[in-house]
């Protein structure tokens, strides 16, 4: 799936959004930017866990990398609001599931990957490992 471009990048869930896979994506996404194609949004699995990213200093990373930072819901995850996927559209997610409509469209990809991977996708905007981020970036100096 390497190389796939995606239209929205979904770090979050209750079982993958942990304080420290939070801070997996945040070493990735701080001083970069989200690709200008992608949707990025980054929700905690709790409140008690969106407190600690607060006080922690990565909502404000994932702010300034150009994601949308919200309190803890099963919005995306379930299709339910922030960020349905459309027709034909690719995500790539830390949720747990993605049978065809569990985030929107009947015919949206939906592709299951860690929280460092989804950070490094969300840069490149395809699905990318974290190690080929720092690659071309070492590239660019």
């Given at each position: 799936a390497i190389g796939i471009r995606v239209d929205e990048v979904f770090i979050g869930s209750c079982t993958n959004a942990r304080i420290s896979d939070l801070r997996q994506a945040a070493r990735i996404l701080k001083g970069k930017k989200v690709h200008p194609r992608v949707?990025?949004?980054?929700?905690?699995?709790?409140?008690?866990?969106?407190?600690?990213?607060?006080?922690?200093?990565?909502?404000?990373?994932?702010?300034?990398?150009?994601?949308?930072?919200?309190?803890?819901?099963?919005?995306?995850c379930a299709g339910g609001h922030m960020g349905v996927l459309g027709s034909?559209?690719?995500?790539?997610?830390?949720?747990?599931?993605?049978?065809?409509?569990?985030?929107?469209?009947?015919t949206a990809r939906v592709y299951l990957a860690s929280p460092s991977i989804a950070a490094a996708t969300a840069v490149m905007g395809h699905i990318a490992h974290p190690s080929g981020l720092v690659a071309a970036e070492e590239m660019s100096r």
């Open positions: 949707r990025c949004i980054v929700i905690p699995a709790s409140n008690a866990i969106y407190r600690q990213a607060m006080r922690e200093g990565l909502a404000e990373i994932f702010i300034e990398a150009g994601c949308a930072f919200s309190t803890s819901t099963c919005g995306p034909d559209e690719v995500c790539l997610s830390t949720s747990n599931r993605n049978f065809p409509g569990r985030m929107g469209h009947k």
